[in-house]
């Protein structure tokens, strides 16, 4: 038999063990994750040898991972029926780096000349993080095929022993002689939360042992000898429990999950008592692995506009959680999307530091955004009843999307849905296309606080009379999301409330001169009325867009929507009251009125006041409130009280 050997550490391995355990001193309970990581790989490969040679197996074909503590001796053991490791993969795999990749970011760091703790994540921590918690270790394993058991030791200092030992069956126990303050690890209920926590879906089951007392024996009841013994002591025994749920749902083929297990899981990650609206579970296989399974619940949580809630989708490698709200892989607008994304290229390791730019999450990023609008499209067309409920919970949410990520814009376009002057409820843009009659070249809109405001704006009377949709945007996001959305299926979308609204028509001579006319014989009126308001217009103008109303305020070029400019000057009251322009409708009688009793006494107070009175009257029909209601109500009074007199 061979004497213990003593082994020095490859010097990579110290300089690794250091910065693991200094960099990751606050994030100790990760060891576990990784020693069960490694147990599930051990499995994993020899199941692979298997395949080619059954012998290997030697009749345990049950593969589990044990997890036990003896808490009076302070350890922790960690057990798998795996491949197990001979004398010479312990010096290779415990005691020397050779992963390529780490020993090039060892190699990187000796260039910065720095220990950078945030790099950590660059390569996988793997077993050393054991000495998170041990002040020893050791690693008895026994290589599959082999009888031959070696006991692997070490402190993490200079070096570790070898030497032969005893082990039943193939297979690799590690054992955690843990430091004082770590005694929590022993604990049954600690280490169930923590494999709950990152391990639940490892594929092999995990079982923890707990001292329990042994079931009891039936009674012999003629043995009177046992009725008047004392009360014996419990007999404790170590008895093992499965306590994850073991098959990592999005793992397994979709044709072999049930609804009712996709329902189930959904619950599970979301804490949602209702079932998702819908989900996508797939498989990306082109220069990323992954896999994801991602969910769209029905109704907007209470927290979809608080800024620090939480993005709910998981990060698995390889069926090791990683980290929950993922907010790197998920973009804000789809915050609400619950699931998993499990992937096979990035560290065990990865940390947050690393995800914020890498291509691997780019990638994954892209596909995310694709997968679930792609779902909800679908899912649209075939339900298009529970699309609109959901759509009036989300959309603003889903709006976002389209000026922060404007190469989405035709995705999100086909998932946009709004009020219509055209129809009751709902309405997708293609559909609004469709009902297009012929002449009308662009989609119009209007902005503005409530249906019922938008619904009753004069800026649309030309474009109703002209029997063309106008959608209503009653959403504080909906300027901008216009604005990203640019054009929609080569159709440029229009604000009927815009200046130089182009309805596409010549005007014919004869509309031409009686336009030409009315402006003649307006421009004195026109004149006095922009002295008047000359605080609060830009221009006073002759308006061809109004039917009914006699005026009505539109945006200059490059101008703001008045309902946005309220918005943010509620947040923000240094932000200067924009000055709109005043159209002026020539053909209605009122105005003809107060051109007349203008042109009989120009200095007149009473018109003066009359046009105060338009103005103020062009600011409720677009919904914005007047500057001095009082004044309004009296004027009006005053009003009412004259026609009264008169009649
Ligand atoms: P990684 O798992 O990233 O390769 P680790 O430091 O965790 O790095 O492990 C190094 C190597 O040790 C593994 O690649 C594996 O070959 C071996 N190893 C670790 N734990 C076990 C185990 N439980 N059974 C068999 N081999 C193991």
Known sequence: MSATETHAFQAEVSRVLHLVVNSLYSNKEIFLRELVSNASDAIDRLRLSALEDDNLLDDDAEFAIQIWAEPEARLLHIADN?????????????????????????????????????????????????????????VTSRAAGSDEAWVWTSDAQESYTLEPGERDGRGTTITLHLAEEQMEYTSFWSLRALIAKYSDYVRHPIMLGDMRPAPEEPKDEDDESEEDAEP???????????????????????????DEEYVEFYKHVSNDFE????????????????????????????????????RGVSLFVNRVFILDDAEELVPAWLRFVKGVIDSDDLPLNVSREMLQDGAITRSIRKQVIKKTLDRLKTFAGDDAEAYNAFWTGFGPVIKEGLYLDKDQAKRIGKLLRYRSSGVDGLTSLDEYIERMPEGQEDIYYVIGESEAAVAASPHLESLKSRGWEVLYMTDPVD??????????????LVSATKADLDLGEEE????????????????????????????????????????????????????????????????DNSIPK???????????????????????????????????ILYDQALLLEGSPVEDPARLARRMTTLLQKAMTTT
């Not at 306590?243 to 999950?257: F, H, I, M, T």
């Not at 031409?512 to 004149?527: I, Q, V, Y």
């Not at 006699?550 to 000057?569: D, F, I, K, S, T």
């Not at 009125?593 to 003066?608: C, L, M």
């Open 82 to 138: 795996g491949s197990g490791m001979s004398h010479d993969q312990l010096i290779a795999s415990l005691g020397t780096i050779a992963h390529s990749g780490t020993l090039q970011f060892l190699e990187g760091l000796k260039e910065k000349k720095a220990d950078d703790a945030s790099l950590i994540g660059q390569f996988g921590v793997g077993f050393y993080s054991a000495f998170l918690v041990a002040d020893m270790v050791t």
């Open 232 to 258: 014996k002591e419990p007999v404790l025994t170590l008895q093992f429990e499965q306590v994850n749920k073991g098959s990592a749902l999005w793992q397994r083929p979709r044709d072999e999950v049930t």
């Open 275 to 310: 079932d998702p609206l819908c989900w996508n579970h797939f498989k990306i296989e082109g220069t990323q692995l992954f896999t994801g399974l991602l969910y769209v619940p029905k109704r907007p949580p209470f927290d979809l506009y608080h800024r620090e809630a939480k």
């Open 479 to 492: 300027e901008w999301a216009v604005d990203g959305l640019g054009d929609y299926d080569d159709k440029k």
């Open 508 to 571: 014919d001579e004869d509309t031409k001169k009686e336009r030409e006319e009315a402006k003649d014989s307006l421009e004195g009126l026109l004149g006095h009325m922009g002295t008047v308001l000359d605080s609060n217009v830009s221009e006073v103008r002759v308006s061809n867009r109004l039917t009914d109303s006699p005026v009505c305020l539109v945006v200059p070029e490059g101008g703001q929507n008045a309902y946005l400019e309220r918005l943010l000057r509620n947040h």
């Open 578 to 612: 924009s000055k709109r322009i005043l159209e002026v409708n020539p053909t209605h009688p009122l105005i003809n009125a107060i051109r007349d009793a203008h042109g009989a006494e120009p200095e007149s107070a009473q018109v003066k006041e009359w046009v105060e």
